[in-house]
Structures are given as C-alpha cells and as structure tokens.
C-alpha cells in the first residue's frame, strides 16, 4: 500500500460530519472511471465514498479497511478478476454488498458474477442511468440488474441455455476459463500471453490443466471445445 493511499484511506475512514451516509467503495483499474463514479456519488445527498482501487490485491486489502456499504467492481483488470475479488468480499466482508460495473454483457459473465456474489450487474455502456438506482437497491437488500440484463438471463434459463449445465464453467477456475475464452476467440498462446500478461509457460501449463480437466486428448480437441463454447456464448 503505497504512502498516499494509506494517507487517502485515514482520511476517509474519519466520521462522516453530516451523518446517515452510506459508504461506497470503487475498485476499476481506470481512473477517469473511477473519478467520475466519485464524483457522482460524492453529489448524493445519502451516499459517499470512502475508498478507491486501482486492482484487486489492493481492493480487497483497503475494504477490509474502509467497511463500506457497497463495493463498486469491475471484472476485467490488471492483476486477477473482478469475479474473483468479490468472492474474497463475500468471505472476508459479508456486510458489503458488491455491484458488478462491467464492458461486459455476455451471459456467462454476468452468471459467473452472481454465483460469486455479486448483488447486482450493470454495464458501463448503461451505468449514468443505473448506478445509483443499483447501489440504493442493493443497500435495500435487492438484487439489480438492468432490464436488458435481467431478460438476457431469463431467456437463458427458459431455454435451457445456463452456463451453469456447461462443464467448463463449473470445473475450470477464472484464469483457466479466461485462457480458454480466447482461444475459443482464436487467440495464439502467445497473443493470450501478451493479453493476461503472463509468460508464454504459463500460459501452456494453463492450457495443459484445462485439457486434463475437461478430459481432452490433446491440442485440436483443446482448440474444437474452446471455438464451442465461444460460439454457444455468442448465442446467449
């Protein structure tokens, strides 16, 4: 933790002198995002910020800090998962509620982000209207999602199409499922590698665990089940 986000974090976790405040926590790896939820937020009369996250190690160690209400996430970022980190909230701080704030509207995405925890799923493209309604729902105890969100995965489930009934989102963890997305995009191993930002080894140990735990025989198996699956998402 770096000098002037503990200096951030000592300031904000002071008391609140209006009073009846709830606090909300913002964890994207952008920060124009992040100063412009701030200062959205920061204009409400019944909300404030009182911590910011630039990735997720450093997220969830400052919630833990700052007790917020509500946790602002993004899924993709540098360093790990959004999904990921919102697993660790649920564990280590079951009172904050977490609200997915995501480029992404693919269902297995906002399904994944569910499973994990998350209270609620918004996209960037719709956030100016729907992320303030989405942070007072889920301090009401609800769930949010958007209208486009919310008949996406109601036409899934009506026509059988859960991501929970297919096997690689229910044995592969978040990196392995991020390698095998890509590839199902047609991505190289080493153009995965460049894009996750890890070394062009570990993202063939990555491929090597997948294929062991989806039964698969070898590279081309690897490569058909991935370019599946890619596509039956697209159909969502």
Wanted: glycine fraction near 8%; proline fraction near 3%.
């Amino acid at each position: 933790m770096t000098e002037e986000t503990t200096l951030l974090m000592e300031v904000e976790n002071t008391p609140d002198e209006r009073g009846g405040k709830k606090r909300v926590f913002i964890v994207d790896d952008h920060p124009l995002v992040r100063e412009w939820l701030a200062t959205l937020i920061d204009q409400q009369s019944d909300l404030k910020v009182c911590g910011q996250a630039g990735n997720v190690s450093e997220g969830l160690d400052l919630i833990s800090i700052a007790n917020p209400d509500v946790a602002i996430v993004d899924i993709s970022m540098e360093g790990g998962s959004g999904i990921e980190l919102i697993k660790k909230i649920k564990v280590a701080c079951p009172n904050v509620a977490a609200v997915v704030l995501s480029m992404h509207e693919e269902g297995v995405q906002v399904e994944r982000a569910l499973r994990a925890g998350a209270r609620g799923y918004i996209t960037k493209r719709e956030a100016t209207k729907n992320v303030l309604p989405a942070i007072r729902g889920v301090l009401e105890g609800k769930l949010y999602l958007t209208d486009k969100i919310a008949r996406m995965m109601a036409e899934m489930f009506v026509d059988g199409k859960s991501s929970a009934a297919t096997a690689p989102d229910e044995v592969l963890s978040e990196r392995e499922l991020q390698v095998f997305q890509l590839l199902g995009r047609g991505y190289s191993t080493r153009q995965i590698s460049e894009e996750l930002g890890v070394g062009f080894k570990t993202v063939q140990a990555f491929c090597a665990r997948i294929k062991e735990k989806l039964n698969l025989a070898g590279a081309t198996e690897l490569l058909r089940d991935a370019v599946r699956w890619h596509d039956s998402q697209q159909e969502k």
